[in-house]
Nanobody
Framework: QVQVVESGGGLVQAGGSLRLSCAASGTIFRIRDMAWTRQTPGKQRELIAQITSGGSTNYADSVKGRFTISRDNAKNTVYLQMNSLKPEDTAVYYC??????????????WGQGTQVTVSS
């Protein structure tokens, strides 16, 4: 089985920085696309960053220029560097990983999320 675990959340002041990590473990043949989403009570989950196996990235306009997604394939880990944080960034952040566990099986996995709170 495959497990995805997020970490690195916390409480920071506006303008501060955090780095989130998402580590995948288990039966992994290859990790394909990975992404970060966030969820705020009363709002829909927002896709904020994606990275492909080839390293191509996409960002939501709300975080573009402030957040950077990266990956370490040797560690089966994806990171989200968050700079210039705003109170509006307060949310639970989730990692999504599209993982090929065998030659023919590809599934999406999500972690339990990590809380990011930005105070003003």
């Amino acid at each position: 089985q495959v497990q995805v675990v997020e970490s690195g959340g916390g409480l920071v002041q506006a303008g501060g920085s955090l780095r989130l990590s998402c580590a995948a473990s288990g039966t992994i043949f290859r990790i394909r696309d990975m992404a970060w989403t966030r969820q705020t009570p009363g709002k829909q989950r927002e896709l904020i960053a994606q990275i492909t196996s080839g390293g191509s990235t996409n960002y939501a306009d709300s975080v573009k220029g402030r957040f950077t997604i990266s990956r370490d394939n040797a560690k089966n880990t994806v990171y989200l560097q968050m700079n210039s944080l705003k109170p509006e960034d307060t949310a639970v952040y989730y990692c999504n990983a599209r993982i090929q566990s065998t030659n023919l099986v590809i599934d999406d996995y999500w972690g339990q999320g990590t809380q990011v709170t930005v105070s003003s």
